[in-house]
């Protein structure tokens, strides 16, 4: 699913750093707010939202670069208006994921919390995706041929524990394929 269109808006989104050397997060989005932090060239980050060319980095983004609370994370997209005349930032869909959860971690029929779990995911499994949408990751068709999960049924991993208050934190993180050069940020 490399070069789709951005995920839907509902759930989150991944942005790669296409501008080099880096590109500032800043305080509010506008070009002359303060940096208060960094996105690296190739680096691959989550958004949790996005408007008017702005992406505003996802807490768990926020978290590992240690930005305090009273200060916003907000990335330029496109540099034109900075006289930049390239984007900064391209959409990337993610293929391959990590558990990072302490335990198992459940795939499920379809992208509920209701639906049945059909099979589990060890702790620091990596897996490949067929795509992101709404806060969920779909299994790719080799991963399902792999679990015997027939064509039929859904195969469906929730990304955030925190989804309705269960409190359970990050489930999994996005990561680059298995023999790949570490490009995420940890």
């Not at 989150?12 to 707010?33: G, I, L, N």
């Not at 469906?156 to 409190?167: A, E, P, S, Y």
């Amino acid at each position: 699913m490399q070069g789709a269109p951005p995920p839907e808006a509902t759930g989150p989104s991944w942005f790669r750093v296409v501008y080099e050397p880096q590109v500032p997060v800043r305080k509010f989005p506008d070009p002359r707010a303060p940096p208060v932090a960094f996105l690296q060239a190739g680096e691959i980050v989550e958004a949790q939202e996005t408007q008017f060319g702005w992406m505003r980095l996802a807490q768990a983004e926020r978290d590992k670069r240690d930005i305090s609370a009273d200060c916003e994370s907000w990335a330029l997209m496109d540099g034109t208006s900075v006289g930049v005349a390239t984007a900064l930032l391209e959409p990337y869909v993610p293929k391959f994921w990590e558990v990072q959860f302490t335990d198992c971690v459940a795939v499920r029929k379809t992208a509920s919390l209701d639906a049945p779990p059909i099979t589990w995911l060890q702790p620091g499994e990596i897996f490949e995706a067929a795509g992101a949408h709404g806060g969920w990751v779909a299994l790719s068709a080799v991963e399902r041929i792999a679990r015997d999960i027939s064509k039929d049924c859904g195969a469906w991993v929730l990304i955030d524990g925190d989804v309705r208050q269960k409190g359970l934190g990050r489930l999994i993180r996005a990561c680059p394929a298995p023999g790949q050069r570490q490009e995420l940020h940890e």
